[in-house]
């Protein structure tokens, strides 16, 4: 159809701009975002440190969501979110995450 975007067999439209960007989480609640749309996302805890994940109000294991660690049990890391407004925190210090964003 003219206009539309095409997108490849089997591809969900919210995951057809994908890209990657790093986040870093702090002790405050961070927004993940690199200022682009995000319809769904994929997040990866690369460090020892549990990160949690929540909305506004995510204060670690009170209100947040832990994701994986390299070390800690936790929510699957290949667990897809939509991630608009998703936000992260930390108990100390700070930790990059990678994720793997669809838009539209």
Same mark, same amino acid.
């Given at each position: 159809?003219?206009? *539309?975007?095409? *997108?490849?067999?089997?591809?969900? $439209?919210?995951?057809?701009n994908?890209?990657?960007?790093?986040?870093?989480?702090?002790?405050?609640?961070?927004?993940?975002?690199?200022?682009?749309?995000?319809?769904?996302?994929?997040?990866?805890?690369?460090?020892?440190?549990?990160?949690?994940? $929540? $909305?506004?109000?995510?204060?670690?294991?009170?209100?947040?969501?832990?994701?994986?660690?390299?070390?800690?049990?936790?929510?699957?890391?290949? *667990?897809?979110?939509?991630a608009?407004?998703?936000?992260?925190?930390?108990?100390?210090?700070?930790?990059?995450?990678?994720?793997?964003?669809?838009?539209?």
């Open positions: 159809i003219e206009g *539309m975007q095409h *997108m490849p067999e089997g591809v969900p $439209g919210s995951l057809v994908v890209r990657t960007f790093t986040e870093s989480c702090g002790t405050t609640a961070t927004i993940i975002s690199d200022d682009k749309p995000i319809a769904s996302g994929l997040i990866w805890n690369n460090s020892a440190t549990p990160v949690y994940l $929540g $909305g506004s109000d995510v204060a670690t294991t009170v209100t947040g969501f832990p994701i994986c660690t390299n070390t800690a049990l936790c929510l699957r890391a290949d *667990m897809p979110i939509d608009r407004r998703v936000q992260c925190i930390v108990t100390a210090g700070s930790v990059d995450v990678l994720i793997l964003a669809g838009g539209q």
